[in-house]
Nanobody, 125 residues
């Protein structure tokens, strides 16, 4: 079992930055890779970024590429998502997710076994 707790969301003006955190706990969490997804009202959940605990397989969704970075602190079992140059269309609930190695695409929600409760990001114009 893996528990995920997101934090760091909030209200920010367009052009600003936010750093989201995902604290992971549970057994053998180092076997899991972590990802960020987001979901705006009325839209499907969208892939944002992915990383393994050793920093391999880092990927970003097209909508955030060039504006986002993902990092981790293994000592704290925490993964961070830094978002810069925020736009109103980045407004969404951001979710952290964990998965075991799988042939399912890292961009597919169905590949993830555990999800956090989400943190809301609102970007004002």
């Amino acid at each position: 079992q893996v528990q995920l707790v997101e934090s760091g969301g909030g209200l920010v003006q367009a052009g600003g930055s936010l750093k989201l955190s995902c604290a992971a706990s549970g057994r053998t969490f180092s076997r899991y890779s972590l990802a960020w997804f987001r979901q705006a009202p009325g839209k499907e959940r969208e892939f944002v970024s992915h990383t393994t605990w050793n920093g391999e397989m880092i990927a970003f969704g097209d909508s955030v590429k060039g504006r986002a970075s993902i990092s981790r602190d293994n000592a704290k079992n925490t993964v961070y998502l830094q978002m810069d140059s925020l736009k109103p269309e980045d407004t969404a609930a951001y979710y952290c997710a964990a998965r075991l190695p799988s042939t399912i695409s890292i961009r597919a929600t169905r590949g993830y076994q555990y999800w956090g409760q989400g943190t809301q990001v609102t970007v004002s114009s």
